[in-house]
């Protein structure tokens, strides 16, 4: 009995060391600490409970005994939640996606083959968003290139005014629009995020201008590369060429908020008189290391500039992840290895599941063509 409690005690600790690691790996300076930000506290607590739900319901201990089959049970697990409105349906997508990461870390590092969340037969039995489809927005191209042109046009004339404040403000929304347009990256990749503290925001040495780049925290807390064509590449360069950065770890976008500014300034600067100083000015000399603007605050740019716009889309604004499923849509048409790269997916069936609606248009067309030559005698 002893021999196989304490046999038992290594198997789990299988799973205790590979999420510590998995946790530390995800931790910003202290290597030592217990990782960063609400996404890693979040996805450690899910993944433990994970654990304990295979230890008591599938008598799995061990991390390398979890096989394709223990995911599909959990993902029913889930499903069942869903149904007795325990959880949301989005609740248990979320779940599960943490259980992925982390098993797809643990196939990275080699501690498992391949990561049995991936397999088919487990995420068939994923419970159904019903807000995937109808709630969740997308830019249209129409909406996109509405707004593209509004933005650009008001970037030319401030430009031509000779209006300083007004030519730095509107080069600025020009090049925001036009990043989250044509890059396919999400909100918390670029802008900061107050509840983690790894995103800090996208900074100019992250910009690979020659190989047209822009490296990214993506969902998964890896570094990824979101592509950056020239079509967001222009905007941004005038932007950069008006900020004039002091240095190369500024932010794309730092913040507006005069507060914000003056706050970092006077963390970092000694023996200066603010009231009588340029705050823009003193930034660039002292090389201020401001924060960037915060999610929030990059909606609420979208939502004044919509309104300026005139910009309505069934009462709301175009918010920065649509811009992210607009430009997968429009991909996707025309091929939909495009969009996966485009957007970062892990893999094509996670592409094929997002812009499953598509597919099922494009069908529902042969069938309505396929049925007409039937009754015209074709």
């Avoid at 593209?148 to 005014?161: F, G, P, T």
Wanted: hydrophobic residues 30%; aromatic residues 8%; negative net charge.
């Amino acid at each position: 009995m002893d021999n196989r409690k304490d046999s038992s005690s290594a198997r789990r600790t299988n799973f205790d060391d590979a999420l510590g690691d998995y946790v530390r790996s995800k931790a910003v300076a202290d290597p030592e600490g217990t990782g960063s930000g609400n996404y890693v506290s979040n996805a450690e607590s899910v993944v433990r409970r994970w654990a304990d739900w295979l230890d008591r319901e599938e008598n799995v201990e061990s991390l390398d005994a979890v096989e394709p089959i223990h995911l599909r049970r959990y993902a029913r697990h889930l499903k069942t939640k869903v149904r007795q409105d325990e959880y949301a349906a989005s609740t248990a997508q979320t779940y599960y996606a943490y259980v992925r990461a982390f098993l797809t870390w643990c196939a990275r590092d080699q501690l498992l083959e391949s990561n049995p969340a991936e397999d088919e037969i487990a995420l068939e039995e994923l419970p159904d968003d019903p807000g995937t489809r109808e709630t969740q927005q997308f830019w249209s191209p129409d909406d996109r290139r509405q707004l593209e042109s509004y933005v650009r046009q008001r970037a030319l004339e401030a430009i031509e005014s000779g209006d300083d404040t007004q030519k730095r403000k509107r080069l600025r929304q020009h090049a925001l629009v036009a990043l989250l347009a044509h890059t396919g990256v999400r909100g918390a990749e670029v802008f900061s995020h107050p509840k983690d503290d790894r995103r800090n925001g996208a900074t100019w040495a992250d910009v690979d201008w020659e190989n047209g780049a822009l490296r990214v925290l993506g969902k998964s807390q890896e570094y990824e590369y979101a592509p950056l064509p020239d079509v967001a590449q222009k905007p941004l360069r005038r932007w950069k060429d008006e900020l004039d950065p002091p240095t190369t770890e500024f932010p794309l976008f730092p913040t507006e908020h005069a507060p914000s500014k003056y706050s970092a300034v006077r963390s970092q600067v000694t023996d200066i008189d603010l009231e009588a100083a340029d705050i823009d000015a003193v930034v660039r000399e002292n090389e201020v290391a401001l924060p960037a603007i915060s999610t929030e605050g990059a909606r609420s740019v979208m939502k004044r500039l919509c309104d300026e716009a005139d910009l309505d889309v069934d009462g709301e604004y175009l918010k920065p992840h649509g811009a992210r499923r607009g430009l997968g849509d429009e991909l996707y048409r025309s091929n939909p290895t495009d969009a996966q790269a485009a957007l970062r997916h892990s893999s094509i069936s996670v592409t094929n599941e997002s812009y499953s609606h598509i597919e099922a248009g494009e069908i529902g067309d042969v069938i309505d063509s396929t049925r007409e030559r039937g009754e015209n005698g074709g």
